[in-house]
């Protein structure tokens, strides 16, 4: 499973961004997809997870303020950002897998920078 990122960039606290995660390959394999991010001298942490039925799990820090859905069809997972805050900068990664399993595929991360 091949996973590709995209949509992150500079935006300033209160406004919104869209990230993208298209994936390619094996993906009957997975059921589960997420978004994950890591900022500066900190572990990566969990955003939200979605699974293929649509059952979503958002971080505390981010729920009213983020929505995460996917397109099956398009085998694409998205990440709506509002309301951001500086300490939503962070490089967010797209991760993908099974409840099960965990996650073993992951994206390359796209960096999302919020100006105070």
């Known amino acids: 499973v091949q996973l590709q990122a995209s949509g992150g960039g500079l935006v300033q606290a209160g406004g919104s961004l869209r990230l993208s995660c298209a994936a390619s390959g094996s993906i009957y394999s997975i059921n589960t997809m997420g978004w994950y991010r890591q900022a500066p001298g900190k572990q990566r942490e969990l955003v939200a997870h979605i699974t293929s039925g649509g059952t979503t799990t958002y971080a505390d820090s981010v729920k009213d303020r983020f929505t995460i859905s996917r397109d099956n069809a398009k085998n694409t997972m998205y990440l709506q950002m509002n309301s951001l805050k500086p300490e939503d900068t962070a490089v967010y990664f797209c991760?993908?897998?099974?409840?099960?399993?965990?996650?073993?595929?992951w994206g390359k991360g796209t960096q999302v920078t919020v100006s105070s």
């Open positions: 991760a993908a897998g099974t409840a099960r399993y965990g996650m073993p595929y």
